[in-house]
Nanobody, 121 residues
Framework: QVQLVESGGGLVQAGGSLRLSCTASGRMFSVGTMGWYRQAPGKQRELVARIASGGSTNYADSVKGRFTISRDTPKNTVYLQMNSLKPEDTAVYYC???????????????WGQGTQVTVSS
C-alpha cells in the first residue's frame, strides 16, 4: 500500500527555519502534483505550496518569499524549506499527492500523517 511519510517538524523560535520532507513509498505507477497543506486549530486546512512533476510551483500568498517547495521526482520526495518562520505558521503540516498505483487504476489522493510545526514568539 502507498504511504506518505513526513519528517522535519518541530519547535522553533520566530525567525528560525525548518525543512520538511515527505516520501511516498509502496506500489506506484505515477505520482502527480505533490503539495504541502497545513491546518491550525479552529481553521480549515489550506494549501501552502505545491509542485508539479515538471517543476512548476504555486504558493500561498502568506508564505511567498519565505517558503520554498522542491521535489526529487525519482525519489518520490517533496520538501518544504521554511525560513523566517512566524508564530502564525504554527500548524500541523500535511503532504499530499495524487497517486496512480497501476496503469489500470485511477489517481487517488493520499495524505501524510501530519507533522507538527510550532513557532514560538
Amino acid at each position: 500500500q502507498v504511504q506518505l511519510v513526513e519528517s522535519g517538524g518541530g519547535l522553533v523560535q520566530a525567525g528560525g527555519s525548518l525543512r520538511l520532507s515527505c516520501t511516498a513509498s509502496g506500489r506506484m505507477f505515477s505520482v502527480g502534483t505533490m503539495g504541502w497543506y497545513r491546518q491550525a486549530p479552529g481553521k480549515q486546512r489550506e494549501l501552502v505550496a505545491r509542485i508539479a512533476s515538471g517543476g512548476s510551483t504555486n504558493y500561498a500568498d502568506s508564505v511567498k518569499g519565505r517558503f520554498t517547495i522542491s521535489r526529487d521526482t525519482p525519489k518520490n520526495t517533496v520538501y518544504l524549506q521554511m525560513n523566517s518562520l512566524k508564530p502564525e505558521d504554527t500548524a500541523v503540516y500535511y503532504c499530499n499527492a495524487p497517486i496512480q498505483t497501476t496503469s489500470l487504476t485511477s489517481f487517488m489522493n493520499y495524505w501524510g500523517q501530519g507533522t507538527q510545526v510550532t513557532v514560538s514568539s
